[in-house]
């Protein structure tokens, strides 16, 4: 990969190009000639509104690519096909994505259809109908699966019911809306303000820009102010228990407020982080997995989103296991203060973070999807050039400090999903100390 550099890793290119249209669209564009392709990525965020309507969302992008005002499906995938392209959409809670991939020479072509789709869906009833009822069946069906009702319960217990609401799809809404419900939902999110485009892989610069102006330059510029919210504050607490009869594995999910990742403490924080749990050869993985054998799923991590982040923790164990697991989490919080990351720790953890990003950046596709990403949450396009040296940057007691603020037990509140009847008994021998956190 090619492209200007200013020290940090060679691997990660800076992007050659960042600049935004006057009507609002960020074009970033990375020189990438690793093989003849171009990988695409177009965001459009916007804001969560009403209950539930994160599925007229999904719907929308559901039909985005089932044809356009000037052609059926078939024409369009079939125009795709042509210039050796694929393209897929899909939306949650904050954002509107396209993912996709051309043949280099087929760029402006398929960035013209691309704009078609974006631009001028087609929105007719015969081609609403069947999406309508699938994404309403599958918004059903995925609500009872064990990851889903932990998630659910997670964002309940963090943000209250009514800010859950707004962040997971009603599957009664998408069944009930109409060829005008998306019309008027096409009209007031997919603007050109805010969102970003990201073209990575085998291209020129400046003729890449200049077919990007030439499709999307009309785009309307749309709501100035329709951008996602970072979520409401929340508060450690006891954990919430969910049941589910019948389970045979727990699923345990904690979460506490951290740093966004444009706080400069934010790469201590992923440090500390990754000491915790969140690698390999981290504290946690050691203890409770390859020691005492009561997980086979666990980690810590960062979710990131527009304006905030949060610390999750996340471990699935058999129900058997799932007090003293939790015993186990809670324990390995309170040591991260008692016992805070040493100089060794610290060093493998930059060293890991470091090697790893590069790792997973090193491909075009991986590339595109990693700068979409940290636009989307507010960083800069240079974010990913720029973080071996800021982990380089950071002394062993900025992580010191970070490991005694953001791991105490009482900051994090999180929720347990389980068999009821079989965890209860583990429950009242275990004693409410050493589970509530």
Same mark, same amino acid.
């Not at 290119?13 to 009507?23: A, V």
């Not at 994160?54 to 005002?69: E, H, M, P, S, W």
């Not at 506490?256 to 000491?275: E, K, S």
């Not at 060794?344 to 973070?353: G, K, L, M």
């Given at each position: 990969m090619n492209g200007p550099e200013t020290g940090g890793d060679a691997r990660l290119?800076?992007?050659? *190009?960042?600049?935004?249209?006057?009507?609002g669209l960020r074009v970033v564009l990375c020189s990438a000639p690793v093989v003849p392709l171009v990988e695409i990525r177009l965001t459009v965020p916007y804001a969560a509104t009403g209950p539930g309507e994160? /599925?007229?969302? &999904? !719907?929308?992008?559901?039909? !985005?690519? &089932?044809?356009?005002?000037h052609r059926d499906a078939d024409a369009f995938d079939t125009a795709l096909a042509t210039h050796g392209a694929a393209l897929t959409a899909v939306a949650? /809670?904050?954002?509107?994505?396209?993912? @996709?991939h051309t043949l280099a020479d087929s760029l402006p072509a398929v960035l013209a259809l691309l704009?078609?789709?974006? !631009?001028?869906p087609r929105l007719t009833e015969d081609v609403v109908a069947p999406?309508? =009822?699938?994404?309403?069946?599958?918004?059903?069906?995925?609500?009872? #699966?064990? /990851?889903?009702?932990?998630? &659910?319960a997670l964002l309940r217990r963090r943000y209250g019911d009514e800010a859950a609401a707004r962040r997971s799809p009603d599957p009664q809404l998408a069944a009930a809306c109409t060829p005008d419900d998306l019309a008027e939902l096409h009209e007031r999110h997919l603007g050109a303000a805010g969102a970003q485009l990201v073209l990575v892989g085998d291209l020129r610069p400046e003729d890449a820009l200049a077919a990007v102006t030439d499709v999307f330059g009309a785009w309307r510029t749309g709501a100035q102010d329709d951008v996602p919210q970072a979520p409401p504050p929340f508060t450690g607490g006891p954990m919430l228990w969910v049941d589910r009869p019948g389970a045979v #594995?727990?699923?345990?999910?904690?979460?506490?407020? /951290?740093?966004?990742?444009?706080?400069?403490?934010?790469? %201590?924080?992923?440090?500390? &982080?990754?000491?915790?749990g969140g690698s390999f050869a981290s504290r946690l993985v050691a203890h409770l997995r390859e020691e005492k054998g009561y997980a086979y799923q666990l980690g810590s991590g960062m979710e990131s989103l527009p304006g905030a982040s949060t610390l999750m923790i996340e471990a699935d164990s058999a129900a058997e296991h799932t007090a003293p697991a939790l015993a186990v989490i809670r324990g390995e919080l309170e040591r991260m203060?008692?016992?805070?990351? +040493?100089?060794?720790?610290?060093?493998?953890?930059? +060293?890991?973070?470091?090697? +790893?990003?590069?790792?997973?950046? +090193?491909s075009p596709a991986s590339l =595109?999807? @990693?700068?979409?990403? !940290?636009?989307?949450?507010?960083?800069? %396009?240079?974010? *990913?050039?720029?973080?071996?040296?800021?982990?380089?940057?950071?002394?062993?007691?900025?992580?010191?400090? %970070?490991?005694?603020?953001?791991?105490?037990? @009482? @900051?994090?509140?999180?929720?347990?999903?389980?068999?009821a009847s079989a965890v209860a008994p583990l429950r009242r021998g275990a004693g409410s100390a050493e589970l509530d956190f």
């Open positions: 290119p800076l992007p050659d *190009l960042d600049t935004t249209l006057p009507n994160v /599925a007229l969302r &999904q !719907l929308l992008a559901g039909l !985005l690519l &089932q044809g356009t005002a949650d /809670a904050h954002r509107f994505t396209v993912t @996709g704009a078609e789709t974006v !631009l001028t999406e309508r =009822a699938r994404l309403a069946r599958r918004i059903e069906l995925s609500s009872h #699966q064990p /990851a889903a009702v932990a998630q &659910q #594995q727990s699923m345990i999910r904690l979460a506490t407020p /951290a740093l966004p990742r444009t706080d400069p403490g934010y790469p %201590a924080l992923h440090l500390a &982080q990754l000491v915790f203060a008692a016992e805070p990351p +040493s100089e060794a720790e610290v060093d493998a953890a930059r +060293s890991y973070a470091t090697g +790893s990003i590069a790792t997973a950046m +090193s =595109a999807s @990693g700068l979409a990403n !940290l636009l989307h949450i507010g960083v800069g %396009a240079d974010w *990913l050039h720029g973080w071996g040296p800021m982990l380089d940057g950071v002394p062993h007691e900025a992580v010191t400090e %970070a490991a005694k603020r953001f791991f105490r037990p @009482g @900051g994090f509140t999180g929720v347990v999903v389980a068999d």
